[in-house]
């Protein structure tokens, strides 16, 4: 069982890294905001606007389409900040957008330029796992990990009899 947990952790670390080295290579080498694999981009819920559907803290995979319809989650450029809410309506100003728990629609049309993707799966609560191991003490985490699996990989706890 505790081979079982260990490879697990080292699977999900080895995936953070992953994510977290294609993400700064891409933004590094083409300054992409939001790297895309394949036109998969993902995407960490900030705030409680599409609540209950979306919660703050959940990881969101989104896909660039060439369509996107009423009743669509999409992610959205505004002024520098990515936002995802519910195409509620096409007009000839562009797209109504609406969060789920505002009362009242988003004030400015999207244009089609400004939309990142649609939303394809919510994966509740692991963004804030992405956005800790973003912080100084995630990292530092992440590097103390990687040493002890790399300096010590054969190690096991073992009970005192």
Request: some cysteine; charged content about 15%.
């Given at each position: 069982?505790?081979?079982?947990s260990?490879?697990?952790?080292l699977?999900?670390?080895?995936?953070?890294?992953?994510?977290?080295?294609?993400?700064?290579?891409?933004?590094?080498?083409?300054?992409?905001?939001?790297?895309?694999?394949?036109?998969?981009?993902?995407?960490?819920?900030?705030?409680?606007?599409?609540?209950?559907?979306?919660?703050?803290?959940?990881?969101?995979?989104?896909?660039?389409?060439?369509?996107?319809?009423?009743?669509?989650?999409?992610?959205?450029?505004?002024?520098?900040?990515?936002?995802?809410?519910?195409?509620?309506?096409?007009?000839?100003?562009?797209?109504?957008?609406?969060?789920?728990?505002?009362?009242?629609?988003?004030?400015?049309?999207?244009?089609?330029?400004?939309?990142?993707?649609?939303?394809?799966?919510?994966?509740?609560?692991?963004?804030?796992?992405?956005?800790?191991?973003?912080?100084?003490?995630g990292?530092l985490?992440?590097?103390?990990?990687?040493?002890l699996?790399?300096?010590?990989?054969?190690?096991?706890?073992?009970?005192?009899?």
């Amino acid at each position: 069982m505790r081979k079982l947990s260990k490879n697990v952790v080292l699977i999900l670390m080895v995936i953070v890294i992953i994510i977290n080295a294609w993400q700064l290579f891409s933004n590094m080498m083409w300054k992409d905001q939001l790297p895309a694999i394949f036109g998969y981009s993902q995407v960490i819920v900030l705030t409680g606007s599409m609540e209950p559907v979306i919660s703050a803290g959940d990881l969101l995979i989104i896909h660039q389409e060439e369509l996107y319809q009423e009743g669509d989650i999409i992610s959205y450029w505004d002024n520098g900040s990515l936002i995802t809410h519910r195409f509620i309506e096409n007009t000839a100003d562009g797209i109504i957008t609406k969060g789920d728990y505002n009362n009242v629609a988003d004030r400015v049309p999207v244009q089609t330029d400004q939309i990142a993707g649609r939303v394809i799966v919510v994966i509740p609560g692991i963004g804030n796992i992405f956005m800790f191991f973003r912080t100084v003490p995630g990292r530092l985490l992440i590097l103390l990990a990687v040493v002890l699996f790399v300096c010590f990989p054969g190690q096991t706890v073992r009970k005192s009899e």
